[in-house]
């Protein structure tokens, strides 16, 4: 099955695709992708064989998880068709493949793995082999999937123990024994301080004697008797 490349491009930018989506859980689709998507590959192998462009999706609803089936000219998705025609030669035609193309920020840094598993006629030929390399590639995604969710737990719980505030011993106070500063005799002054300390005793201020003279009252001489005549 062949298309010229920038038919295929303008096709896919007109959206003039074949479409299929069903809907699942993460834990359904880790049980039994294969179960899962069987019918995604039964739609892919029925529009070849009305040699109609087609893609088949199955969302994991739970999650941000994405796989498809589509078909292409070179090993990208259909949404980056405008990429091809820088990359190859437009007016060329190019073999159409099968590829199987996942999409979730978990399975690497681009959030996005695509790979080939058969041109379309193969495909449909050989659909036993096309299958085994579904199941192959199917279970490395999901061990992918699984990985970066243990990873993320482990992750979410180093954080929350990291929240808990760090219960902390106080610090036990250094005890600095300092010496005692010998303390030098102090000198001894004259006056101790307990003298010191005593209010000074004053002297009663000495009296001052006035000496009053006394007034001395003299006897008057006693008169001699006058001479006779």
Known sequence: MKREIQAFIDAAEADEIQHFTADTTEKAFFKDPDGLMAPLAAFIREQIGKDQLAQAELKVTDTDVSVRLEMSVLNLPMQDSKTIGKILETSEEADLNVYAVIETPDINVSGLRIDALAPADTYVDQAQVA???????????????????????????????????????????????????????????????????????????????????????????????????
């Open 131 to 229: 299958d085994q390399s579904l199941h192959d590639w199917l279970g490395l995604q999901i061990e992918k999937l699984q990985a970066a969710e243990t990873n993320k737990e482990a992750t979410d719980v180093q954080k929350a123990d990291a929240v808990k505030p760090a219960t902390t011993k106080p610090a036990a106070k250094k005890t600095t024994t300092r010496k005692a500063a010998a303390k030098k005799p102090a000198a001894k002054k004259t006056a101790t301080r307990a003298a010191a300390k005593k209010p000074a005793t004053r002297k009663p201020a000495a009296k001052k004697t006035t000496a009053t003279k006394r007034a001395t009252t003299r006897k008057p001489a006693a008169k001699k008797p006058a001479a006779k005549k």
